[in-house]
Each structure stands twice: as C-alpha cells, then as structure tokens.
C-alpha cells in the first residue's frame, strides 16, 4: 500500500530564507506527483504536478522535483514571503484514473 | 475561470442527524472525487465517480455514507446517521477525464456535536 511523508510537519522561517519541503513516497511505481497548498479552513490549490517521466517543474519562486527511483520529491520555495504561510501537501497518483494518495503536510510560517 | 463550487461551506450538525454536502464539477469534467479531510491529516478518498458511474467507493462506510452523481454532472454526499468522528473537512475535486488533474473545490467544513 503506498505511504507518503512529509517532513518536516512544521517549519518557521524569516522572510527571504530559501526552503525545501520534502516528500517520500514507499512505491516508486507512480503515474504522477502534486504538490498543492492549503490555507487554513480553505480547499487546495495545485501548486506543481510532475509527472513520471519529468524530473523537475518549475512555477515562480517554486521548484519541484521528482526522483522516482529513491521515492522522493521536494519542493524549493526561493525568496520566501509571509504570504506563502500556509500548508502544504504533497500527493501522488499510482496509476492513471486513480485517487491522489496524500502526505499529512508541512505547515509552514514566514514571518516579517 | 472556472471553479468546483461546493455547499454548504460549513455545517454543524448533532449527532445521529443525515447531512447532505453538494458539489458543482468544472463544466464538462467526467471525473468527480469526494475526500474527507480530517484536521492534521491529508484528504483520503471516499469515492470517485465516472460520469454517473462509481469508480471507486472502497473506502466509503457504506453504512452511513452514500454519494450519487444521477445526470453525470453535479453530485451529492450524505452521511445519515452522523457520528462525532465525521467532524471533518470533505473536499469534492473534478478532472477532465481520469488521466488528468485534479481541481479541488473550497469544501464544506462539518462539525457533530
């Protein structure tokens, strides 16, 4: 059954620092990998997806990676802003037509 | 641009009552998943459905909870009786078709006294 992780579960940082977020996942065998972020009490918005075959997407101040052989992803977030407080998910999607299977999370706070 | 619309945004309800949460696909989307989120864990799925077929509703308590999408479009999840561990937040997200990604709505936040 696969499992996905997220380390750390939380992190504060000062404005401007660059960070990464991680994600592990226990099969390697994956269709895709999102990344989504969540405000508090909202819904998610997809920040990346990458697919199998891809390393690496980038959006803005983000980049994603994706090694599929070692089960792992993360996410680089450059110049951070307290706008980019929120949590955020990662998940991945074992095979074409099936659910995302989620992380807890990594919450996240920037602070002025 | 277009957005999966969800109601009620919050519910608070007592124990032992039915519930019934709506959702409004992206236009044209055939794929229509229901998650539940409890608070501090990721979204698990509940059910998916293809058009007005489901897909899959392994993890759906079948005891409680029943989900219909009967025109292929909007659909709606109910949950009768609620119990105290439904306090969650239930996401609904559509996809063009199956292969492609997922848009999630602003979900309904549903809390059982």
């Known amino acids: 059954k696969q499992e996905v992780t997220q380390i750390p579960a939380a992190l504060s940082v000062p404005e401007g620092e660059n960070l990464v977020l991680n994600c592990s996942f226990t099969d390697s065998a994956i269709y895709n990998l999102q990344w989504f972020r969540q405000d508090p009490g909202k819904g998610l918005t997809s920040l990346l997806l990458i697919q199998s075959s891809q390393r690496e997407q980038t959006s803005g101040r983000l980049n994603a990676s994706l090694d599929k052989s070692s089960g792992r992803s993360t996410l680089y977030i450059a110049a951070s802003q307290p706008g980019d407080s929120a949590t955020y998910l990662c998940?991945?999607?074992?095979?074409?037509?099936?659910?995302?299977?989620f992380g807890k999370g990594t919450t996240l706070s920037v602070s002025s | 641009e277009a957005e999966v619309a969800q109601s009620p945004r919050y519910k608070i309800t007592e124990k032992s009552q039915a519930v019934a949460f709506w959702c409004d696909p992206i236009s044209g989307h055939a794929t229509l998943y229901w998650y539940r989120q409890i608070l501090g864990q990721g979204p698990e799925l509940l059910v998916q459905f293809q058009d007005e077929s489901v897909v899959d509703d392994s993890q759906l308590p079948k005891d409680r909870f029943s989900a219909e999408r009967l025109k292929g479009v909007d659909s709606t999840l109910k949950i009768q009786p609620a119990e105290l561990g439904d306090s969650a937040m239930y996401l609904c997200?559509?996809?063009?078709?199956?292969?492609?990604?997922?848009?999630f709505g602003p979900g309904t936040r549903l809390t059982v006294t």
């Open positions: 998940a991945v999607r074992h095979q074409a037509g099936t659910a995302l299977i």
């Open positions: 997200a559509s996809s063009l078709n199956r292969r492609y990604e997922q848009y």
